[in-house]
């Protein structure tokens, strides 16, 4: 099972940014893929999760009308795309393979793989 997440940069303020993970190893349809985000000297916090079967998505507060996950089958990706971007945005951001059950998905200790991360730094 491998997680390659990619796309990260450096953004200014305002803008956008499109963070890929490329899955393989596993079906989509046997894991959530959830990302998650993770500032220096601060916890490793929800960001976004796709369910199993591509047909819900969540989000947390901060990533509301402004952040987009997706997936293409055809490539095996999970897309976050990620508009209005804003300093407290930066952070390294990983994806990861999780659980199905719904109460767990925003717990980053109940995921099973992870990718590797990608830098993300808004700044002007």
């Known amino acids: 099972v491998q997680l390659q997440a990619s796309g990260g940069g450096l953004v200014q303020p305002g803008g956008s940014l499109r963070l890929s993970c490329a899955v393989s190893?596993?079906?989509?349809?046997?894991?959530?893929i959830g990302w998650f985000r993770q500032a220096p000297g601060k916890e490793r916090d929800f960001v976004a999760a796709l369910s199993r079967n591509g047909g819900n998505t969540y989000y947390a507060d901060a990533a509301k009308g402004r952040f987009t996950i997706s997936r293409d089958n055809a490539k095996n990706t999970v897309v976050l795309q990620m508009n209005s971007l804003r300093p407290e945005d930066t952070a390294v951001y990983y994806c990861?393979?999780?659980?199905?059950?719904?109460?767990?998905?925003?717990?980053?200790?109940?995921?099973?793989?992870w990718g590797q991360g990608t830098q993300v730094t808004v700044s002007s």
């Open positions: 190893g596993f079906d989509f349809d046997d894991y959530t």
């Open positions: 990861a393979a999780g659980p199905t059950i719904l109460s767990q998905i925003y717990f980053p200790s109940a995921y099973y793989y």
